[in-house]
């Protein structure tokens, strides 16, 4: 019965490096979203995607974050060229569909540091 | 718009007092659902409950208890008899609808921190 796992847990990159966060959804949820947890903001969605389509990216930034849900294998947030404004915590969640309430399930979290 | 006030940004009480966490919503639809979240000093958002805007009656769930007051807009949350393992930030969240379904683009309110002393 596993949940939503996320790795790495916890990532540390310099200044202009990538970060590379992966996303496994629970069994049988095909819809993936990523949020970002930033201690003056709180919570904020960024994107939500479907296998191989990315559906809602209004919360990404414009520049140097992208999103993927490949048909095989897990969601991957990257993140380019990262700045000390990065550091955050990236939430994944999933959930079995779009009808209205669905409950959406987060996983652990991936710490991410830039230093 | 579709928003999430959680105004008690920390609260502190001593084991086995209860305690409720206030949470408070604005939306247009007719229709929605709101949540609660857990996030325990480990760092991960557990799912506490989920609540139909159809029903106002109040859900209880061992120690945990839930009062939705759709006409004030409210869905508090209440620990009885709390334990220090109840220390954690608690989010109240709200999805945005979009045109009649509603994936998981949740609006969260800030959080409170519960901190319960031994």
Redesign the interface.
């Known amino acids: 019965n596993a949940g939503v796992m996320q790795n790495p847990r916890h990532l540390v990159r310099r200044r202009g490096q990538e970060a590379r966060l992966r996303c496994s959804p629970m069994k049988g949820h095909s819809h993936v979203y990523w949020y970002r947890q930033l201690p003056e903001e709180g919570l904020k969605f960024m994107v939500y995607l479907q296998k191989e389509n990315i559906i809602d990216e209004s919360g990404m930034p414009k520049e140097r974050f992208s999103a993927e849900f490949p048909k095989e294998g897990p969601s991957i947030l990257r993140i380019q060229q990262v700045v000390r404004g990065d550091s955050a915590a990236y939430f994944c969640a999933s959930s079995p569909g779009i009808a209205h309430g669905n409950t959406i399930y987060f996983g652990e979290g991936s710490w991410l540091t830039v230093v | 718009a579709q928003k999430v006030t959680q105004a008690q940004t920390e609260i502190s009480v001593v084991e086995k007092e209860d305690v409720t966490l206030d949470c408070v919503y604005e939306t247009r639809d007719t229709?929605y659902?709101l949540?609660w979240?857990k996030q325990p000093p480990?760092?991960?958002?557990?799912?506490l409950i989920?609540r139909?805007s159809f029903d106002e009656q109040n859900e209880i769930s061992g120690r945990y208890s839930w009062n939705f007051q759709k006409s004030t807009s409210s869905f508090n949350f209440t620990i009885t008899a709390s334990q220090v393992v109840d220390s954690a930030v608690y989010?109240c969240?709200l999805?945005i609808?979009a045109g009649?379904?509603?994936?998981?683009?949740?609006?969260?309110?800030?959080?409170t921190i519960l901190t319960v002393h031994p």
């Open positions: 229709t659902y949540f979240y480990s760092g991960e958002l557990v799912f989920r139909n989010f969240a999805p609808n009649g379904t509603s994936y998981g683009k949740l609006t969260f309110g800030q959080g």
